[in-house]
């Protein structure tokens, strides 16, 4: 089974930056795409940026040019740079990775709290 455990939330003013990091068990790390998600109070969780296997990213347009998204194969971590942060970036972020294991499975972090405010 794989666990991800998120880390690196936490207040910051407007225009600040935050990095995010996501450690994940398990052996499967480095051949699967992972997201970082995140849900503001009263919306849906939404995706912010995506990695594939091999370092591809994209981005949700209201993020780009802001946010990085990497990862670290050997330390079997992923992680979100925001920088700029805005107050309507504020939300829980959530790490993500779909794996099979003789059916495909979905793995969600527990999640890390970002607060962007004066």
């Known amino acids: 089974q794989v666990q991800l455990v998120e880390s690196g939330g936490g207040l910051v003013q407007p225009g600040g930056s935050l990095r995010l990091s996501c450690a994940a068990s398990?052996?499967?790390?480095?051949?699967?795409?992972m997201d970082w998600y995140r849900q503001a109070p009263g919306k849906q969780r939404e995706l912010v940026a995506h990695?594939?296997?091999?370092?591809?990213?994209n981005y949700a347009d209201s993020v780009k040019g802001r946010f990085t998204i990497s990862r670290d194969n050997s330390k079997n971590t992923l992680y979100l740079q925001m920088n700029s942060l805005k107050p309507e970036d504020t939300a829980v972020y959530y790490c993500?990775?779909?794996?099979?294991?003789?059916?495909?499975?979905?793995?969600w972090g527990q999640g890390t709290q970002v607060t962007v405010s004066s």
């Open positions: 993500h990775v779909s794996y099979y294991r003789t059916r495909w499975y979905d793995a």
């Open positions: 990695i594939t296997s091999d370092g591809i990213t």
């Open positions: 398990g052996s499967i790390f480095s051949i699967y795409p």
